[in-house]
């Protein structure tokens, strides 16, 4: 490891190592840059992040908790909102590549549901400046809004937003104007349970008022993870016609799904 003083938006420092990252045999950490920064016990506090040459800057993101969102740390939901991965990577990647013409176009909106560390809205952000936001549990959200005020302080148009799924009535229920929607990796029934029903349900919700939204959703495939049945509700669910698999990884087991809207 290499000592390194890491600073971020001209307003945050952080000391400490830097870690050797092996991504050598992980083409998905060597998309986005990856770089893990450690404290002296050895402990991730931070990372950083940049996609490929679209990029000016990398991001700096703290992947510590607070004292107050510890307790239920091993539910699994809160740690897994401190990870960045591969099917997130996966989605970055697809979005680029497929629908750059969305994402520049003027006033264009992004949602991210069940966001973690946030780092696909993120990087759409900074190299489109699109409309994003950018939502999640409630425990994590003071993490969240750190790490966007630390990367984006000069701007207006990336936002935190806590967001239960489970909520039949909830503000971002009534907007209309999302061009395209996200959600990556959050169905895997060891971790998080069945609550890829509340998904689906969020889903149909989100679409219901907005029928013309790309809903584009990044899965991992492991064992007993609950994503046959998850996309088997998905589809014959009110709000959605067909769901396509747009990309797949069989090396990684990575696979991206379109939901397309009943009404079109």
């Known amino acids: ?27 998905y950490l ?35 908790l607070e004292q107050s969102e510890l307790a239920p740390l091993f539910a699994g939901a809160q740690w897994a909102g401190t990870r960045v991965w ?13 629908h750059k013409d969305i ?36 425990s994590i959200m003071s993490q969240l809004k750190k790490n966007i005020q630390s990367n984006f302080s000069r701007s207006t148009d990336i936002h935190a937003l806590p967001l239960s799924w489970s909520q ?13 929607l996200i959600n990556c990796d959050c169905v895997y029934e060891p971790l998080y349970g ?17 029928p013309k939204v790309v809903v584009l959703i990044s899965v991992e495939r492991r064992n007993a993870d609950g994503i046959d049945s998850f996309l088997s509700e998905l589809e014959s669910s009110p709000q959605i016609k067909q769901v396509e698999r747009v990309w797949n990884d069989d090396d990684f087991q990575i696979e991206i799904y379109q939901a397309h809207c009943a009404r079109l």
């Not at 099917?87 to 970055?92: C, G, L, P, V, Y």
């Open 1 to 27: 490891m290499t000592d390194q003083k890491a600073k971020i938006d001209d307003s945050i420092s952080i000391d400490g190592k830097v870690g050797e990252v092996q991504t050598e045999n992980d083409p």
């Open 30 to 64: 060597e998309k986005i840059d990856f770089k893990s920064f450690r404290d002296a016990d050895d402990l991730e506090t931070a990372i950083s992040v940049q996609w490929h040459h679209s990029m000016s800057r990398s991001l700096y993101l703290s992947t510590v």
């Open 86 to 98: 591969h099917a997130a990577i996966a989605m970055i990647e697809y979005l680029v590549d497929n």
């Open 103 to 138: 994402l520049s176009s003027p006033d264009s909106r992004l949602l991210e549901l069940g966001c973690g560390l946030g780092v696909p809205g993120m990087i759409v952000h900074e190299i489109f400046q699109t409309k994003t936001y950018l939502t999640d549990q409630e």
């Open 168 to 180: 039949e009535i909830h503000p971002l229920h009534e907007e209309t104007d999302f061009d395209i």
């Open 194 to 210: 069945e609550s890829w029903k509340l998904l689906v349900h969020e889903l149909n919700h989100v679409l219901e008022k907005n």
